[in-house]
């Protein structure tokens, strides 16, 4: 299978602060990208995309940076709060392909 | 968002028993269906991708005699863990796609994962 991950990386926050989550992607020819949130025990929730013709989309909290020169996706989310804490992977896709393959994955710890 | 429902949510079996997971998307049509392992602290690895009356699609170093997928509707789709052990327990999740519109990619919505237990 592809996109093994292994020993995820943690992100500790504290509650209100801004989180930015980094992930690099492998396949310059991947046009759409999500980000997902997955809790313990459940399955990955959408959070947001955007596609390669973006640089920047807004959601409520969040905003996915795109940067296609060095292959990588941000993910910000602004005012921290507790329920945030989860594991949060980006997925891309290449217009080629219905697969989407999935990064390695960073855990957010939120501090009160 | 679109629902996907997974059952059961946990499942546990003797060795060498076989085990069915069923996958359903619940308000929309899904003419590609993923199944997906995940071990413990690790990112979700594509099993095999399935297309509605075909047959699936396995990733390198996927037995497909042993992981049998079924899709044989728009909004059904079985993962069968043939003759388990131990190593197959596993967190396992499928996800759904609308890809009749191939101009453009869309999300994928996942179903709440199986936790499968081979004792």
């Known amino acids: 299978g592809e996109s093994v991950g292994l020993h995820l990386p943690t992100l500790s926050v504290q509650e209100g602060d801004n989180s930015i989550i980094n992930c690099a992607y492998s396949?310059?020819?991947?046009?759409?990208f999500i980000w997902y949130k997955q809790e313990s025990g459940k399955g990955p929730q959408f959070i947001i995309d955007?596609?390669?013709?973006?640089d920047k989309r807004q959601g409520q909290r969040v905003t996915v940076l795109l940067n296609k020169t060095v292959k990588h996706l941000s993910l910000q989310i602004a005012a921290t709060q507790p329920g945030d804490s989860a594991v949060y992977f980006c997925?891309?896709?290449?217009?080629?392909?219905?697969?989407?393959?999935f990064g390695t994955g960073t855990r957010l710890q939120v501090f009160p | 968002g679109a629902v996907v429902s997974q059952h059961p949510s946990w499942v546990i079996c003797k060795s060498g028993t076989s085990v069915k997971i069923e996958c359903r998307s619940l308000?929309?049509?899904?003419?590609?269906m993923f199944w997906y392992r995940q071990f413990p602290k690790q990112s979700l690895m594509l099993m095999a991708t399935?297309?509605?009356?075909?047959?699936?699609?396995?990733e390198q170093g996927v037995e497909k005699d042993k992981f049998l997928i079924n899709h044989a509707s728009l909004t059904l789709s079985t993962l069968t863990v043939t003759s388990a052990h131990p190593e197959d327990s596993s967190f396992y999740i499928c996800?759904?796609?609308?890809?009749?519109?191939?101009?453009?990619?869309?999300?994928?919505?996942f179903g709440q994962g199986t936790r499968l237990t081979v004792v």
């Open positions: 396949n310059s020819a991947s046009d759409y």
């Open positions: 997925a891309e896709n290449n217009r080629g392909s219905d697969k989407l393959i």
């Open positions: 996800s759904a796609r609308d890809l009749r519109d191939s101009r453009q990619n869309t999300e994928a919505f």
């Open positions: 955007i596609r390669s013709n973006m």
């Open positions: 308000d929309f049509q899904a003419t590609t």
């Open positions: 399935s297309n509605e009356g075909s047959k699936a699609t396995y």
